[in-house]
């Protein structure tokens, strides 16, 4: 018999139906007890990769950050360790029981490239409990944690557990540990790609952390640190980083340049860019943060996603994005390295 379009639409009809039956009659498993069969666990493996691998075809992995390692390691701690255990941390049964698994990922990573990785970082894998990137914006956050995981097979629990930990004993001006780990006891502390706090005013740092917490300033990281403080906690912590003294040192990330870049001083008419001083000289104005002494990596990124319209911040974030719209990536660099090589008392 030929099929007619009536048989077809009642077919188009039954389908629908019989699955709907299928899942109410309650007969396919959700326990997580039995695991899948090997068919089905090949089968979703295979599907995962290979979304995976096109997903990510034709992205290429940027030169890997400087100094990324502490605070993507401070992140995997608090973000990722509680699934996946980590050198020394090992994972929990109840983990353990999830399905799928959440894999050791030291012995895993080799066998995915670095834009494979950045991707799964990045979007997560549906339906296996591995989450999304807090802040999808901020890829540049995902290349940290890619080169996080690219030296993870390398790191002896020693060597984690000092990442983590905060450096040293805590001194008498100190911050929380949950903060030190990636900016130091003193606030002076941290690497390239991690802000001094000390120096600031408090109105700066308040919007700041109320500015992550909320999701107006884009970082993974930060918005994953905050979690938990009240809007209290984060007066508190505001107050309290205001009164740390700012370093004497300049940035050792850098070297010095004597003579400011004309864009700092002048700004750059043509293209509407603002002098940088007129904002960020000292009382900074409306909010203006001190940019003397912060690592220069660290400027630059910022300066690059003010540019692209992607950093945010508090109330007056909207006046740096104006000013940083016209910069080029060599005015980002000299500007960054500038104000690096200040000493943050100057
Ligand atoms: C709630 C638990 C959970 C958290 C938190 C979590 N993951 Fe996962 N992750 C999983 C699970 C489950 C899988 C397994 C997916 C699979 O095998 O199908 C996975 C898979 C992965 C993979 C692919 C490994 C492979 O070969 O299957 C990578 C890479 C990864 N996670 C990195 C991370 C990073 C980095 C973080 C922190 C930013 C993180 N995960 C946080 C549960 C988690
Ligand atoms: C896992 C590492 C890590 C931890 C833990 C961490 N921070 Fe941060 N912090 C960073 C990074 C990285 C940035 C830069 C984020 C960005 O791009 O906006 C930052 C930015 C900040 C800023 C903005 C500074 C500026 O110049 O704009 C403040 C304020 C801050 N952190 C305070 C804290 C406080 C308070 C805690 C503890 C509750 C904390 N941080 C914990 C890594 C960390
Ligand atoms: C009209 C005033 C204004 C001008 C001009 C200005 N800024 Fe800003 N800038 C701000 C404000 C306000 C913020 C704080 C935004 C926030 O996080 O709420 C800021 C933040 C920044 C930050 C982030 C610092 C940190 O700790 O995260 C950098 C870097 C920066 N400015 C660099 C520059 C440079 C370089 C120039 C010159 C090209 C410039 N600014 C010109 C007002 C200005």
């Known amino acids: 018999m030929k099929p007619r379009p009536r048989h077809i639409l009642y077919a188009a009809i039954a389908a629908p139906v019989a699955a709907l039956l299928v899942a109410w009659l309650g007969v396919i498993g959700v326990g997580a007890a039995s695991g899948h069969w090997a068919l089905t666990e090949w089968?979703?493996?295979?599907?995962?990769?290979?979304?995976?691998?096109?997903?990510?075809?034709?992205?290429?992995?940027?030169?890997?950050?400087?100094?990324?390692?502490?605070p993507a390691a401070g992140h995997f701690a608090t973000g990722c360790a509680p699934c996946h255990g980590a050198p020394g941390v090992p994972r929990p049964p109840s983990v353990q029981a999830m399905l799928p698994t959440p894999p050791d990922l030291a012995s895993v990573v080799g066998t995915?490239?670095?834009a494979e990785l950045h991707r799964i970082v990045m979007h997560g894998v549906r339906f296996t409990g591995m989450p999304a990137w807090p802040d999808p914006a901020r890829e540049d956050e995902g290349w940290m944690m890619v080169a996080f995981l690219r030296a993870?097979?390398?790191?002896?629990?020693?060597?984690?557990?000092?990442?983590?930990?905060?450096?040293?004993?805590?001194?008498?001006?100190?911050?929380p540990a949950a903060c030190a780990g990636c900016h130091g006891w003193t606030g002076r502390d941290g690497d390239a790609q991690v802000p001094r706090l000390a120096g600031q005013s408090e109105a700066y740092l308040r919007a700041s952390l109320d500015a992550y917490a909320r999701g107006t300033r884009a970082s993974g990281v930060m918005r994953q640190a905050v979690t938990g403080l009240s809007a209290d906690d984060r007066a508190t912590l505001a107050r309290m980083l205001a009164a740390l003294p700012p370093g004497d040192d300049a940035s050792a990330t850098t070297r010095a340049t004597a003579e400011p870049p004309a864009i700092a001083t002048r700004g750059r008419s043509e293209t509407g860019v603002p002098a940088c001083l007129s904002c960020h000289g000292r009382p900074g104005q409306a909010g203006a943060p001190?940019?003397?002494?912060?690592?220069?990596?660290?400027?630059?990124g910022q300066l690059r996603l003010f540019r692209d319209g992607v950093r945010g911040g508090g109330p007056y974030a909207g006046l740096m994005t104006q000013a940083a719209s016209g910069l080029e990536d060599d005015e980002i660099e000299a500007v960054s390295a500038w104000f690096a090589g200040r000493a943050a008392r100057d």
């Open 43 to 70: 089968f979703l493996h295979f599907a995962m990769r290979s979304s995976v691998r096109t997903a990510s075809l034709g992205e290429t992995a940027p030169p890997p950050p400087t100094d990324a390692l502490r």
């Open 112 to 114: 995915w490239s670095d």
């Open 152 to 175: 993870l097979p390398d790191l002896d629990p020693r060597r984690y557990a000092e990442l983590v930990a905060p450096p040293g004993a805590p001194p008498e001006d100190t911050l």
């Open 290 to 300: 001190r940019l003397e002494g912060q690592p220069a990596d660290y400027l630059a």
